[in-house]
């Protein structure tokens, strides 16, 4: 089998390849010909065509039977991939069967058989991408439990705030998982149905057997019958394609948090190592985030993708110039850009290398500044609000002017001390005391995840 060329040398770094395959010229055109295929069979279950016509037409309805170099020149005249597809069937057809090809495509029109195999590739690619989530999903759960009391600091603005857990920045990361899954399970009965009108979405040629046909078509394909053909509503195509952005998008923020944990200055969290994963050509030192830069560079790239589905919808009349072009390996594209960065997450996820020392230290880079608050909440119950804030914030800035540990300061500051003992600043001092509802966004982020899994 010819294949035309194609540029595969970054195809295993950002893309998934069981989702390549979906996707592929020839889960494309298997796609379309599953199509034709059920098509016969429903035409014959109603009485349009023969039974004897169905054999033939399901023994040509094979990818393996088709020159996709071919159908490629051809679809540059033709202006779409059914009309070549259909004609290369009907030859094959009548090489067994003369008098099933008449019968073959009946009452269907281009868009019918493009649209309708695409849906069965999304279907596909949805339970890749269940699945790829599922298992996220899963991972992240047991991490975030793992690390739900393991302390670092909290950063905002890039700059050191108080202190959270890792196990609670996990647990955000968890929580917009279960959430995309959700959404996933909402729109699958707006996905997955058929398109089925004819030539303008009335099913004229068909007359009084189109409900029926249309009926059986949708039964043979395991798609549900809308209300009506959709060749120009595209709203289903794009709010697939806007879940997959919010997906590429929560996983880029994980990426991020990543590549920023992993920096030198921060090197609390790594991606997991492995022999020449993440060096440098130059510098034997380095170790790249090279996993986050997939989830990083999909949630860049997706939202132009999917403005392109956007901008894709007012489509005139009832079939579209140019606009539903637009699409063809749009929406294709976004998922394989979303099934690279679920499987670079999954790695990323599942290996995480945790140093806790250097989170502990880090969270005392600024000698207990991180902690101003907890001090200041106590002392404004004792002197008052305003009271409070502005002795903290005297005693901060004396602590950074004289490189002095913030606890030092306080203790030798009169009108702290005559209302926090030595054994209440400790405590107050201490990160471990100071991760407010940590533990219980855990909880909560991974009870959701395991009531969506049961």
């Known amino acids: 089998m010819n294949q035309r060329p194609g540029n595969q040398l970054f195809d295993a770094y950002f893309t998934a390849r069981d989702m390549r395959e979906v996707f592929c010229d020839q889960g494309r055109v298997q796609a379309m010909l599953d199509v034709e295929a059920a098509l016969a069979r429903a035409e014959a279950y109603v009485g349009l065509i023969p039974q004897t016509a169905v054999a033939a037409i399901e023994a040509a309805c094979r990818s393996e039977h ?10 540059a005249t033709a202006g779409n991939s059914a009309i070549p597809l259909v004609k290369a069937l009907g030859k094959q057809i009548a090489t067994t069967d003369a008098e099933a090809e008449r019968y073959v495509h009946l009452g ?3 868009q019918d058989v493009m649209d309708t195999g695409l849906v069965l590739q999304l279907r596909r690619a949805l339970e890749l991408i269940e699945g790829d989530l599922a298992q996220l999903g899963q991972i992240l759960a047991t991490q975030a439990e793992r690390y739900v009391a393991t302390p670092l600091a909290g950063r905002t603005w890039l700059q050191h705030a108080t202190p959270v857990t890792l196990g609670m920045k996990i647990a955000g990361w968890l929580g917009a998982v279960t959430r995309s899954r959700q959404r996933l399970q909402e729109l699958k ?5 058929l398109q ?7 099913l004229a040629a068909l007359g009084e057997q189109a409900m029926p046909i249309a009926e059986a078509l949708a039964a043979e394909l395991h798609l549900s019958l809308p209300d009506q053909p959709w060749h ?15 997906i590429a998008g929560s996983l880029g923020k994980l990426g991020r948090d990543i590549s920023l944990l992993m920096q030198t200055e921060a090197g609390e969290v790594f991606e997991p190592s492995a022999p020449g994963k993440g060096g440098s050509s130059t510098m034997p030192h380095k ?5 986050a830069a997939v989830l990083i560079s999909a949630a860049t790239r997706v939202p132009g993708l999917l403005s392109t589905l956007f901008s894709a919808m007012p489509q005139e009349h009832e079939r579209s110039l140019g606009l539903w072009h637009a699409e063809w390996e749009t929406l294709p594209e976004i998922c394989c850009l979303v099934s690279g960065s679920l499987k670079q997450a999954l790695l990323v996820a599942d290996g995480l290398e945790v140093d806790a020392e250097r989170m502990t230290r880090n969270l005392d880079l600024t000698q207990g500044l991180v902690l101003a608050e907890a001090v200041s909440i106590v002392l404004a119950q004792r002197v008052g609000r305003d009271t409070a804030h502005h002795l903290l914030e005297q ?15 306080l203790g030798d500051e009169p009108q702290v001390t005559a209302e926090l003992s030595a054994a209440e ?13 940590a533990h219980t966004w855990v909880e909560r982020a991974v009870a959701e995840h395991s009531a969506l899994t049961a």
């Open 425 to 437: 600043l400790d405590r107050l001092l201490d990160p471990a005391h100071y991760l407010g509802q």
């Open 196 to 202: 089925f009108g004819g030539a303008s979405g009335t």
């Open 287 to 291: 170790r790249n985030p090279v996993g």
């Open 108 to 110: 269907a029109t281009s």
């Open 189 to 193: 009965p707006r996905l997955l149905v």
């Open 66 to 75: 088709y020159d996709f170099c071919a159908l490629g020149e051809a679809i």
């Open 395 to 409: 005693c901060c800035k004396r602590a950074v002017a004289e490189q002095r540990h913030l606890r030092a300061v």
């Open 232 to 246: 120009t509503q595209r709203d289903r195509l794009v709010e697939f394609g806007s879940v997959l952005g919010l």
